[in-house]
T-cell receptor
Framework: AQRVTQPEKLLSVFKGAPVELKCNYS??????LFWYVQYSRQRLQLLLRHISRESIKGFTADLNKGETSFHLKKPFAQEEDSAMYYC??????????????FGKGTLLTVNP | ETGVTQSPTHLIKTRGQQVTLRCSSQ?????VSWYQQALGQGPQFIFQYYREEENGRGNFPPRFSGLQFPNYSSELNVNALELDDSALYLCASSPDGIRGYGYTFGSGTRLTVV
């Protein structure tokens, strides 16, 4: 079974402060991990995927298989980072079905 | 490059009725998935279609069914609507289930069952 846990429903930081959104997962195989973001009144969009090890809008995320975590980090938060963030896992559970399993999301608010 | 488009954007139905939601996948994408997002929750996987065949299904009853057409557009049908079916329904497309690619999401259809 695939499971994604985002322990914080709400996270509030001040502009310029570091931010870390936590994500833990459970999966018996080799997972693909993603972070999706949803800005106010916009569609869900892909922010990061662990396989490409990229930094997008200053955000990074490292897959830690030992701790089964994929935390999202940014050293200096900006007001425009305020959004709902979802961690998601894609596994092929014995087939070609790479369905996404999402966490419940963390609402990040960056205060001026 | 066009994105994923869904119709209608909002819908109100009565309990017991049937509903059909539509999705046009992003150009070049032949895999379509449907997700249900209840208020305050993350999206939950309903099912996925690849080249017109269902190739994966989540924990949803058979009254949730779908179709994918030769142009890779898709429909989600829900029969015998229940109040708990009220949610945002998201369509997502991906090219050929390429591992690690992720999905492109539509804006969703907000279904309210009264």
């Amino acid at each position: 079974a695939q499971r994604v846990t985002q322990p914080e429903k709400l996270l509030s930081v001040f502009k310029g402060a570091p931010v870390e959104l936590k994500c833990n997962y459970s999966y018996s195989g080799s997972p693909e991990l993603f972070w999706y973001v949803q800005y106010s009144r916009q569609r869900l969009q892909l922010l990061l995927r662990h396989i490409s090890r990229e930094s997008i809008k200053g955000f990074t995320a490292d897959l830690n298989k030992g701790e089964t975590s994929f935390h999202l980090k940014k050293p200096f938060a900006q007001e425009e980072d305020s959004a709902m963030y979802y961690c998601a896992l894609s596994g092929n559970s014995g087939g070609s079905n790479y369905k996404l399993t999402f966490g419940k999301g963390t609402l990040l608010t960056v205060n001026p | 490059e066009t994105g994923v488009t869904q119709s209608p954007t909002h819908l109100i139905k009565t309990r017991g009725q049937q509903v059909t939601l539509r999705c046009s996948s992003q150009s070049g994408h032949n895999t379509v998935s449907w997700y249900q997002q209840a208020l305050g929750q993350g999206p939950q996987f309903i099912f996925q279609y690849y080249r017109e065949e269902e190739n994966g299904r989540g924990n949803f009853p058979p009254r949730f069914s779908g179709l994918q057409f030769p142009n890779y557009s898709s429909e989600l049908n829900v029969n015998a609507l229940e109040l708990d079916d009220s949610a945002l329904y998201l369509c997502a497309s991906s090219p050929d289930g390429i591992r690690g690619y992720g999905y492109t999401f539509g804006s969703g259809t907000r279904l309210t069952v009264v």
